[in-house]
């Protein structure tokens, strides 16, 4: 058996997640800046899931497990820091179902009202002293409702993988057949669906996953091929603050993808500015680290063609306002 055979989600579920997407989530553009090209000193190309329903890809794996559920499940349960949260919601109300979310009390507000705002019950957990995976499970057995995980779900990386199958068409359609592509992780659903796109339809793309400094638990755990776990901490990309690849998403990111980077806040702040400015894109801290890694860690892409995910944009406005002040464009921002 190969090792492929024997990952928890294959390309056939992706691509029955694709179909049940359709008319439902956004085909974001790659997009392209000159100015980016040139501080990078290759092409960067740019897929843009900030621009997706509930403004992040989230969506695409909340709608892909929500629709594969029975008819009778009457309500769902997620845990979130915000973008899983706001998708699980919008696609549990398309559904026609309820929703809980279990989100941390330090969340950025922006991502509290939006789950709201598409119906969602909210229960808020501390961080430090909570268990918010034991928390969920409690209230789903209590509800006899079914549990959604923002990535350890096979039909949420299959949606996610609907972002690779993107990738490679739009790719080749710019005749672009070889490129690193360096995609924002926290526990890997969506590195982990686009690579296992890729490996099937575009062989000449590798994924490489890209971290904060000091959260890189999956660089880590590649680097030595097991996982590694770390403290769980808040961050500035708070969208990507995980510490430790999921159990469903390890295998694959171990199969299929190429070494990880870790970028700093200061990178992410600059790349956040650099996206406004030349893509007019707004891009939360977590979904800036691969443009970030692009931009600033030329010396690790050895492709003439990179493209980055540019995952999320629910960013508080004075998160968003701090990156245009200091993100500092025209500064050196090299690692």
Same mark, same amino acid.
């Given at each position: 058996?190969?090792?492929?055979?024997?990952? *928890?989600?294959?390309?056939?579920?992706?691509?029955?997640?694709?179909?049940?997407?359709?008319?439902?989530?956004?085909?974001?553009?790659?997009?392209?800046?000159?100015?980016?090209?040139?501080?990078?000193?290759?092409?960067?190309?740019?897929?843009?899931?900030?621009?997706?329903?509930?403004?992040?890809?989230?969506?695409? +794996?909340?709608?892909?497990?929500?629709?594969?559920?029975?008819?009778?499940?009457?309500?769902?349960?997620?845990?979130?820091?915000?973008?899983?949260?706001?998708? #699980?919601?919008?696609?549990?109300?398309?559904?026609?179902?309820?929703?809980?979310?279990?989100?941390?009390?330090?969340?950025?507000?922006?991502?509290?009202?939006?789950?709201?705002?598409?119906?969602?019950?909210?229960?808020? &957990?501390?961080?430090?002293?909570?268990?918010?995976?034991?928390? $969920?499970?409690?209230?789903?057995?209590?509800?006899?409702?079914?549990?959604?995980?923002?990535?350890?779900?096979?039909?949420?990386?299959?949606?996610?993988?609907?972002?690779?199958?993107?990738? $490679?068409?739009?790719?080749?359609?710019?005749?672009?057949?070889?490129?690193? #592509?360096?995609?924002?992780?926290?526990?890997? +659903?969506?590195?982990?669906?686009?690579?296992?796109?890729?490996?099937?339809?575009?062989?000449?793309?590798?994924?490489?996953?890209?971290?904060?400094?000091?959260?890189?638990?999956?660089?880590?755990?590649?680097?030595? +091929?097991?996982?590694?776990?770390?403290?769980?901490? =808040?961050?500035?990309?708070?969208?990507?603050?995980?510490?430790?690849?999921?159990?469903? =998403?390890?295998?694959?990111?171990?199969?299929?993808?190429?070494?990880?980077?870790?970028?700093?806040?200061?990178?992410?702040?600059?790349?956040?500015?650099?996206?406004?400015?030349?893509?007019?894109? #707004?891009?939360? *801290?977590?979904?800036?680290?691969?443009?970030?890694?692009?931009?600033? &860690?030329?010396?690790?892409?050895?492709?003439?063609?990179?493209?980055?995910?540019?995952?999320? +944009?629910?960013?508080?406005?004075?998160?968003?306002?701090?990156?245009?002040?200091?993100?500092?464009?025209?500064?050196?921002?090299?690692?």
């Amino acid at each position: 058996m190969s090792v492929t055979a024997a990952l *928890p989600v294959d390309l056939a579920r992706i691509e029955a997640a694709a179909v049940r997407l359709a008319g439902r989530a956004r085909r974001t553009p790659l997009l392209n800046a000159p100015g980016l090209d040139r501080i990078a000193g290759r092409q960067v190309l740019v897929k843009a899931e900030c621009l997706q329903h509930t403004g992040s890809f989230k969506y695409r +794996g909340a709608w892909a497990a929500l629709s594969a559920l029975p008819a009778d499940i009457r309500g769902v349960i997620a845990c979130s820091s915000g973008n899983h949260a706001q998708a #699980v919601a919008r696609a549990a109300r398309q559904s026609g179902r309820h929703a809980l979310i279990v989100m941390p009390q330090d969340a950025p507000r922006i991502k509290i009202a939006h789950t709201r705002a598409h119906g969602a019950e909210i229960v808020f &957990h501390d961080r430090a002293t909570q268990d918010r995976d034991a928390l $969920a499970a409690s209230l789903a057995q209590e509800r006899g409702w079914a549990l959604i995980p923002p990535f350890d779900h096979a039909d949420v990386i299959a949606g996610q993988g609907s972002v690779g199958l993107e990738i $490679a068409a739009q790719a080749q359609a710019l005749g672009v057949d070889e490129a690193q #592509v360096l995609v924002c992780c926290g526990g890997g +659903g969506l590195a982990s669906g686009i690579a296992l796109a890729l490996a099937a339809h575009a062989p000449g793309m590798r994924v490489h996953t890209v971290e904060p400094e000091g959260f890189d638990d999956v660089a880590q755990s590649l680097a030595q +091929g097991r996982i590694v776990r770390l403290p769980q901490r =808040t961050g500035f990309c708070d969208a990507i603050v995980t510490p430790a690849p999921g159990n469903m =998403t390890w295998p694959i990111l171990r199969a299929h993808c190429g070494p990880g980077l870790a970028v700093s806040d200061a990178q992410v702040l600059a790349a956040m500015a650099l996206a406004f400015e030349h893509l007019k894109l #707004v891009v939360e *801290p977590g979904g800036a680290v691969a443009l970030a890694a692009a931009l600033f &860690h030329g010396d690790r892409i050895a492709t003439e063609t990179v493209i980055v995910t540019a995952s999320g +944009g629910n960013v508080d406005r004075a998160v968003f306002a701090r990156a245009l002040r200091e993100g500092a464009p025209d500064a050196d921002c090299g690692a």
